[in-house]
């Protein structure tokens, strides 16, 4: 079996070496500190995640935190994180993030993005990170909808919004890759679909 491994030092006042190990089948963290015990997410309850860089300063930028969170399905949430400090090991930290990501993308939130294209080609209604898709548009937030003609996004560093042509100062919702889950989810399903009608044309 393919899979990727990864160790995961949090910083200076914890430099243990911490076990991730993520495939097809789960995503494995040693992230108990004193047993040296694995937290194990089966792929059946992986539900959402996210992920971003919060940022230390003080008149300056002196620090950086890595944050990834992987929620379950009854709602239980497994934690990696690692920080660099005066920009100490930055270049190979910034890497091991992107890894991650880009593993935890590979064996299990893609396979979660092409479920939800099935439901979109069978017209079955379907939440993604508090946006609900239907068969003839989508209802973002206080339950606001907007009809798919009229949808349009914008894709940032930290965020992605999703707005309305045709009213975007009273009808938008930004969405943040670091506070709400499953916004790369959502992006991916949202921007390939609008790409399929020719309603935007980008390279997602």
Not at 28 to 45: H, S, V, Y
Not at 107 to 128: A, C, G, P
Not at 161 to 187: F, G
Request: charged share 30%; aromatic share 18%.
């Amino acid at each position: 079996m393919q899979e990727f491994k990864s160790t995961v030092r949090r910083g200076l006042s914890d430099r243990r070496e911490r076990q991730l190990i993520i495939n097809n089948e789960l995503i494995k963290f040693e992230d108990n500190r004193i047993n040296k015990t694995f937290t194990t997410l089966p792929k059946e309850e992986i539900a959402e995640y996210r992920y971003g860089i919060h940022w230390y300063r003080y008149r300056f930028v002196f620090g950086r935190k890595y944050n990834i969170e992987i929620k379950t399905t009854d709602g239980k949430i497994l934690k990696i994180y690692f920080k660099s400090y005066l920009r100490y090991r930055l270049k190979d930290l910034h890497q091991q993030y992107c890894n991650i990501l880009n593993a935890l993308w590979d064996y299990h939130f893609e396979d979660m993005t092409e479920f939800y294209f099935s439901l979109l080609k069978q017209n079955i209604d379907f939440n993604v990170a508090g946006v609900r898709f239907s068969e003839k548009g989508l209802h973002i937030k206080n339950n606001t909808f907007i009809e798919w003609e009229d949808i349009r996004t914008g894709s940032y560093q930290t965020y992605f919004i999703v707005y309305s042509q045709k009213n975007p100062a009273k009808t938008n919702r930004a969405y943040y890759y670091l506070e709400d889950w499953n916004v790369s989810v959502l992006y991916s399903v949202l921007r390939t679909t609008l790409k399929i009608k020719g309603i935007e044309t980008y390279s997602i």
